[in-house]
């Protein structure tokens, strides 16, 4: 079983930044790639961006969401075995609770049904 937590949520103003984190733990041997959904209050669940440090996609190794293309960073730190996504220029719109969970690299690297092991969610509220 991997376990993942995520932290750096907060309240912000619109044009701030924030980073959050997902450190899994577990059976980490066997993750190689994480990624970030959110959810705002009523509305689907999305995705917003993924990592993978072993292999490839088709379209590589990173893929973001349209919605937060240039504004959003996913990152690894391999020492800390941490995924960070570096949020800048947040608009209210990107208010949600924002989740990280593990793909199974066997699938679409942006579908949530290709993804387990969800953690809590962190909550990012942006106030105009």
């Known amino acids: 079983q991997v376990q993942l937590v995520e932290s750096g949520g907060g309240l912000v103003q619109a044009g701030g930044s924030l980073r959050l984190s997902c450190a899994p733990s577990?059976?980490?041997?066997?993750?190689?790639?994480l990624g970030w959904f959110r959810q705002a209050p009523g509305k689907e669940r999305e995705f917003v961006a993924v990592?993978?440090?072993?292999?490839?996609?088709?379209?590589?190794?990173?893929y973001y969401a349209d919605s937060v293309k240039g504004r959003f960073t996913i990152s690894r730190d391999n020492p800390k075995n941490t995924v960070y996504l570096q949020m800048n220029s947040l608009k209210p719109e990107d208010t949600a609770v924002y989740y990280c969970?593990?793909?199974?690299?066997?699938?679409?690297?942006?579908?949530?049904?290709?993804?387990?092991?969800w953690g809590q969610g962190t909550l990012v509220t942006v106030s105009s």
């Open positions: 577990g059976r980490t041997f066997s993750v190689y790639a």
């Open positions: 990592i993978r440090w072993s292999g490839s996609w088709s379209g590589g190794r990173i």
């Open positions: 969970a593990v793909h199974n690299l066997r699938g679409d690297p942006t579908a949530a049904a290709d993804f387990g092991s």
